[in-house]
């Protein structure tokens, strides 16, 4: 499976984007997705997940009530809508490919395939 992320940017704090994450070569229908971030010098940390038909989302606690996590199984494509950003949101955000149909953990071990992340840039 290979991912594709963008979407990612410089926006003013209080500001949107919409990441997008496209998949190819594999059966993006029957797996869980996830977004991470790392921030410079930090680990990297879990966002968001969505389970493989997109009845079921997870948000950190950071982002919940700000970001919505969705997908389009007919575009093999998930999505990360961010509003209200911060510049504690700053950081290279991933999408990463569940390793089953649900949603099994916040690690990354509980990914197996990872895009190759898109910068996002909150200015204050």
């Known amino acids: 499976v290979q991912l594709q992320a963008c979407g990612g940017g410089l926006v003013q704090a209080g500001g949107s984007l919409r990441l997008s994450c496209a998949s190819s070569g594999g059966t993006f229908s029957q797996y869980a997705m996830g977004w991470f971030r790392q921030a410079p010098g930090k680990e990297r940390k879990f966002v968001a997940a969505i389970s493989f038909r997109g009845g079921a989302t997870y948000l950190a606690a950071s982002v919940k009530g700000r970001f919505t996590i969705s997908r389009d199984n007919a575009k093999n494509a998930v999505y990360l809508q961010m509003n209200s950003l911060k510049p504690e949101d700053t950081a290279v955000y991933y999408c990463?490919?569940?390793?089953?149909?649900?949603?099994?953990?916040?690690?990354?071990?509980?990914?197996?395939?990872w895009g190759q992340g898109t910068q996002v840039t909150v200015s204050s």
């Open positions: 990463a490919g569940g390793l089953g149909p649900n949603y099994t953990g916040r690690g990354t071990a509980d990914f197996g395939s």
